[in-house]
């Protein structure tokens, strides 16, 4: 066998694995909820947010008060096995503007890190998939941009393809920090509109111990620019409460 031939070989060998790899594997970005697919051992997977936005505005006892923040979250995954894999995240470089009575003030800082473990669990079903994610958040950031304790998750996530378009899904996950109990549910529609575009809409159900029920709703767009890289943007709005509350952004996803 002459070099020629070889090289013709291992090249139609790798494409042809680059193309299973792009059915097989999916980035978790945007949204609140996750997907069940898990990165090929290997491989790294680098989710990166350009930032997120976020805007609330109170009326309290006439005592007006508007936030706007900053946050370039990240988020990277690596496969240990086949169904198994690594997730280290940090909620990055944040930057938050307040303006109460008309008076601004302005502070930076990092967010915390979180580390977490995420598992495929085979449902021998051709059209159901389901993962299961452990994960700690350590209170590593900033004062304003910590949670303070740290937070101890487990989350489940089911999807269901309907057909070759739309997918439907839901994600529980149950917290705990200090004690206190936490579980939030998001039912997700997730569909497929054309070869490169795709998008989501999800609801966020979220109760906290102690704490007023928290709903939204979000919708965004994924574009594929090839099998290793996407780009994503995504709204979503508050909507329980006497606070009005507004989310998006847009970010980028890579696998190496």
Do not use: C
Request: aromatic share 10%; net charge negative.
């Amino acid at each position: 066998m002459n070099n020629r031939l070889k090289i013709t070989i291992l090249t139609s060998a790798i494409l042809a694995s680059s193309s299973i790899f792009a059915d097989d594997f999916s980035f978790d970005r945007p949204g609140t909820g996750f997907g069940t697919s898990i990165t090929p051992v290997g491989s790294l997977a680098w989710e990166q947010g350009l930032p997120t936005v976020e805007y609330s505005k109170a009326n309290i006892s006439n005592d007006q008060t508007q936030n706007v923040s900053l946050q370039e979250d990240m988020l990277l995954r690596t496969g240990l096995t086949k169904d198994l894999e690594l997730q280290l995240g940090w909620d990055g470089p944040s930057w938050l503007r307040t303006t109460q009575n008309g008076k601004k003030t302005t502070t930076n800082g990092l967010g915390d890190m979180s580390v977490g473990l995420k598992k495929a669990i085979d449902l021998h079903d051709d059209r159901m998939s389901m993962a299961l994610l452990g994960q700690a958040t350590i209170a590593t950031g900033n004062y304003a941009f910590s949670n303070h304790d740290s937070i101890y998750a487990l989350a489940s996530t089911v999807q269901y393809a309907q057909n070759d378009i739309l997918t439907t899904g839901i994600t529980m996950r149950y917290e705990i920090q200090n004690s206190d109990w936490a579980v939030t549910a998001v039912p997700t529609l997730s569909y497929k509109l054309s070869n490169k575009w795709s998008g989501y809409s999800e609801f966020v159900y979220r109760k906290q111990e102690s704490e007023h029920i928290q709903t939204s709703l979000a919708t965004g767009v994924m574009y594929a620019v090839n099998n290793r890289m996407q780009l994503d943007a995504s709204i979503g709005a508050g909507l329980s409460g006497d606070v009005p509350d507004y989310k998006g952004g847009f970010g980028v996803s890579f696998l190496f």
